[in-house]
């Protein structure tokens, strides 16, 4: 079992920044990838971002490309999401999960691990 717990949720102004945090924990050295989600109200929970957990590897959602950034730190079996230039569409609960079977996944059901979710709401 992996688990995974996400900090760094709050409000800021449309064009201010974000970090979060996901930090893994138990059987990590099974994972391929971390990925963040995000799933805002009313709405289906959508692929952000992921990062390969066994390489350098990352890719994005279209929408945040060029905004946001997933990093890692193995030493700390830690995975980040730093979100620049802010947009109230940004808005949503943000989810950390992990691949215990590939890098490349961005669908919900192909991800087998899962945080509880932060909070993060941009305001205009």
């Known amino acids: 079992q992996v688990q995974l717990v996400e900090s760094g949720g709050g409000l800021v102004l449309a064009g201010g920044s974000l970090r979060l945090s996901c930090a893994a924990s138990?059987?990590?050295?099974?994972?391929?990838?971390v990925g963040w989600f995000r799933q805002a109200p009313g709405k289906e929970r959508e692929f952000v971002a992921a990062h390969s957990w066994r390489g350098g590897s990352t890719y994005y959602a279209d929408s945040v490309k060029g905004r946001f950034t997933i990093s890692k730190d193995r030493a700390k079996n830690t995975v980040y999401l730093q979100m620049n230039s802010l947009k109230p569409e940004d808005t949503a609960v943000y989810y950390c999960?992990?691949?215990?079977?590939?890098?490349?996944?961005?669908?919900?059901?192909?991800?087998?691990?899962w945080g509880q979710g932060t909070q993060v709401t941009v305001s205009s």
């Open positions: 999960a992990a691949d215990a079977t590939r890098f490349g996944a961005t669908t919900e059901r192909e991800y087998d691990y």
């Open positions: 138990g059987r990590t050295f099974s994972m391929y990838a």
